[in-house]
C-alpha cells in the first residue's frame, strides 16, 4: 500500500483520536483545555494531514504515461491528412420523394389531413374576460 493512502486512511482516526484528548483534558479538575480553546488543534491536525498528503504524493513515481483510455488519440496537433482534400466528401442527395410517417400500435402518425384539417375547423380561444364564469 502507497504512502499516500495510508495518511489518507489515518485522517479521520487522527481526528477521532484528538477528540478524545481534548475530551478528556476537558474533564479535569482544573480543565486544561476546554471545547472553545480547542478549535486551532483541528485546524493544525488538518494541516499537518494535508502537508503529509502532498510529500507521500511526492515522493511516489510518476504513473505510465499511456492509459487505456488516452491511448486512441494523438499526442498533440492534428492527424495526418488533416484537412481533406477538396472533394472528399460529397454533398448528400436529396430523396426523390418526401418521407411517409410510420404508424405504431401506441401513437398514431400524423397526415396532412390532420395537422391542418382541424387547426382551420377550430374557433379561437377566448380571453378570460369574454368568458363567462
Given at each position: 500500500m502507497s504512502r499516500y493512502m495510508i495518511v489518507c486512511r489515518l485522517r479521520w482516526p487522527a481526528v477521532l483520536l484528538l477528540t478524545g484528548v481534548i475530551a478528556?483534558?476537558?474533564q479535569m479538575d482544573p480543565p486544561l483545555l476546554t471545547w472553545g480553546r480547542a478549535w486551532p488543534l483541528y485546524l493544525i491536525l488538518f494541516g499537518v494531514l494535508a502537508l503529509a498528503e502532498r510529500a507521500a504524493l511526492a515522493s511516489e513515481p510518476q504513473p505510465p504515461s499511456a492509459y487505456s483510455y488516452g491511448s486512441g488519440y494523438p499526442a498533440a496537433?492534428?492527424?495526418p491528412g488533416y484537412p481533406p482534400p477538396a472533394?472528399?466528401?460529397?454533398?448528400?442527395?436529396?430523396?426523390p420523394?418526401?418521407?411517409q410517417p410510420v404508424?405504431?400500435?401506441i401513437v398514431p402518425a400524423h397526415?396532412?389531413?390532420d395537422l391542418h384539417g382541424n387547426d382551420l375547423a377550430r374557433e379561437p380561444r377566448k380571453s378570460w374576460e369574454e368568458e363567462e364564469r
Amino acid at each position: 500500500m502507497s504512502r499516500y493512502m495510508i495518511v489518507c486512511r489515518l485522517r479521520w482516526p487522527a481526528v477521532l483520536l484528538l477528540t478524545g484528548v481534548i475530551a478528556l483534558l476537558d474533564q479535569m479538575d482544573p480543565p486544561l483545555l476546554t471545547w472553545g480553546r480547542a478549535w486551532p488543534l483541528y485546524l493544525i491536525l488538518f494541516g499537518v494531514l494535508a502537508l503529509a498528503e502532498r510529500a507521500a504524493l511526492a515522493s511516489e513515481p510518476q504513473p505510465p504515461s499511456a492509459y487505456s483510455y488516452g491511448s486512441g488519440y494523438p499526442a498533440a496537433g492534428y492527424a495526418p491528412g488533416y484537412p481533406p482534400p477538396a472533394g472528399a466528401y460529397a454533398a448528400p442527395q436529396a430523396s426523390p420523394e418526401p418521407v411517409q410517417p410510420v404508424s405504431t400500435g401506441i401513437v398514431p402518425a400524423h397526415t396532412e389531413l390532420d395537422l391542418h384539417g382541424n387547426d382551420l375547423a377550430r374557433e379561437p380561444r377566448k380571453s378570460w374576460e369574454e368568458e363567462e364564469r
